[in-house]
């Protein structure tokens, strides 16, 4: 069973930083390309950062120089760090796995997500 669970969500001030982790199990971790999406009350969910199994991510503009996206295979784990946040940062951020990826678009074809964690940033 595909499971992607997620942590470390938290309020914080702006100018401040969170790290979120993703436990992956139940498939072959290296076979997918992972990613981080997040949804704000009344928008859509959009793609935030992905990675693919070469290294390569892309960022969405409004993140990108503040966020970062690595994993850790030995513990089949995802993580975000984000530094710097700012109000708009306020989201639910959910962890995903992907069988496509686009240079353009990043980690797409989303076939598992996380049940997702909240991050709220104050002014």
């Known amino acids: 069973q595909v499971q992607l669970v997620e942590s470390g969500g938290g309020s914080v001030q702006a100018g401040g930083s969170l790290r979120l982790s993703c436990v992956v199990s139940g498939f072959t971790y290296s076979d997918y390309c992972m990613a981080w999406f997040r949804q704000a009350p009344g928008k859509e969910r959009e793609g935030v950062i992905g990675?693919?199994?070469?290294?390569?991510?892309m960022y969405a503009d409004s993140v990108e120089g503040r966020f970062t996206i690595s994993k850790d295979n030995a513990k089949n784990t995802l993580y975000l760090q984000m530094n710097n946040l700012r109000p708009e940062d306020s989201a639910m951020y959910y962890c995903?796995?992907?069988?496509?990826?686009?240079?353009?678009?990043?980690?797409?074809?989303?076939?598992?997500w996380g049940q997702g964690t909240q991050v709220t940033v104050s002014s």
């Open positions: 990675l693919d199994n070469f290294g390569s991510t």
């Open positions: 995903a796995a992907g069988v496509n990826w686009s240079f353009s678009s990043g980690c797409n074809s989303i076939s598992a």
